[in-house]
């Protein structure tokens, strides 16, 4: 089992920055995939963002240039940084880990992030 710990988020106005950071613990693989997807009101969870444990990034076509993703392998942490803010990125933030030898995905609890015009 592996457990997930969200903290960040909160209300921002348009143009402004957050940053939300995850703690893993428990059974961590050493190879593993981990980032964030989010859910707007009505709307299908979408990935955000996502950081393998060798480094490698990918983003949402909406977010690129905008948020930056990161890990600490030591920590077992990752971290997104959201800048230049927009209300279409309001939602709720769910920290995700997925083992890449078993294919087990967890899941935090989420973070709320409205982003008011």
């Known amino acids: 089992q592996v457990q997930l710990m969200e903290s960040g988020g909160g209300l921002v106005q348009a143009g402004g920055s957050l940053r939300l950071s995850c703690a893993a613990s428990?059974?961590?693989?050493?190879?593993?995939?981990m980032g964030w997807y989010r859910q707007a009101p009505g709307k299908q969870r979408e990935l955000v963002a996502i950081?393998?444990?060798?480094?490698?990034?990918n983003y949402a076509d909406s977010v690129k240039g905008r948020f930056s993703i990161s890990r600490d392998n030591g920590q077992n942490t990752v971290c997104l940084e959201m800048t230049s803010l927009k209300p279409e990125d309001t939602g709720v933030y769910y920290c995700?880990?997925?083992?890449?030898?078993?294919?087990?995905?967890?899941w935090g609890q989420g973070t709320q992030v409205t982003v008011s015009s």
């Open positions: 950081i393998r444990s060798g480094g490698t990034t």
């Open positions: 428990g059974s961590i693989s050493s190879i593993n995939n």
């Open positions: 995700y880990y997925r083992s890449i030898l078993n294919d087990n995905w967890y």
